[in-house]
């Protein structure tokens, strides 16, 4: 059983910038993908970004590809994702996941069985 833990939301101004970070509490994040989604209010959730713990590059949505980036401590076994240049169409409850999907399906919100409670993102001026 992995439990995740997400902190780093809250209000920026379009143009500025936030760090999430998600912990893994009860295991660590060996064998696992994990990713990041979003939900815009009165919208589905949709993936942002994703990357195995070990190996292969991250994986990011179109919408925040060069403006978002995925980043692994391996010396805190957290994963964080950096965000920049943010515009009010990335206000939203960010969550983070993991599990083990394959890779055609590392998009997949399905693919994902453990969740964080999410973390709320506020672009306005």
């Known amino acids: 059983q992995v439990q995740l833990v997400e902190s780093g939301g809250g209000l920026v101004q379009p143009g500025g910038s936030l760090r999430l970070s998600c912990a893994p509490s009860?295991?660590?994040?060996?064998?696992?993908?994990v990713a990041w989604f979003r939900q815009a209010p009165g919208k589905e959730r949709e993936f942002v970004a994703a990357?195995?713990?070990?190996?292969?590059?991250?994986s990011y949505a179109d919408s925040v590809k060069g403006r978002f980036s995925f980043i692994k401590d391996r010396a805190s076994g957290a994963v964080y994702l950096q965000m920049t240049s943010l515009n009010s169409e990335d206000t939203g409850v960010y969550y983070c996941?993991?599990?083990?999907?394959?890779?055609?399906?590392?998009?997949?919100?399905?693919?994902?069985?453990?969740w964080g409670q999410g973390t709320q993102v506020t672009v306005s001026a």
């Open positions: 996941a993991a599990g083990r999907p394959i890779q055609s399906t590392i998009r997949t919100q399905g693919a994902y069985y453990y």
């Open positions: 009860g295991s660590t994040f060996s064998n696992y993908a």
């Open positions: 990357s195995r713990w070990t190996g292969g590059s991250p």
